[in-house]
């Protein structure tokens, strides 16, 4: 069984930072991407950032600059930092892993970005 737990969301203040991070548990080998999606409130789910096994990077246009995301292969971790955050950051952030060329999503994490 492939389990995919996020955590890390809350409230904060615009201009502030939170840090998500996403536990790939199972007996699971050889992930190839990781990433993060969101969906806010009335809207489709978006890509945020991903990244492979070699460690490279991609990033939504509305977030280049201000997260990063990172892995850790031998822990099956992938984590989002995010800094400068808007009040449109706002949404339910969702982990996503692929392996063995099938996609596996998390149950969410809530991020409210307001004052």
């Known amino acids: 069984q492939v389990q995919l737990v996020e955590s890390g969301g809350g409230l904060v203040q615009p201009g502030g930072s939170l840090r998500l991070s996403c536990a790939a548990s199972?007996?699971?080998?050889?992930?190839?991407?990781m990433g993060w999606y969101r969906q806010a409130p009335g809207e489709q789910r978006e890509f945020v950032a991903s990244i492979t096994s070699g460690g490279t990077t991609n990033y939504a246009d509305s977030v280049k600059g201000r997260f990063t995301i990172s892995r850790d292969n031998a822990k099956k971790t992938v984590a989002l930092q995010m800094n400068s955050l808007k009040p449109e950051d706002t949404a339910v952030y969702y982990c996503?892993?692929?392996?063995?060329?099938?996609?596996?999503w998390g149950k969410g994490t809530l991020v409210t970005v307001s004052s």
């Open positions: 996503n892993v692929n392996i063995y060329g099938r996609d596996y």
């Open positions: 199972g007996s699971i080998f050889n992930i190839n991407l």
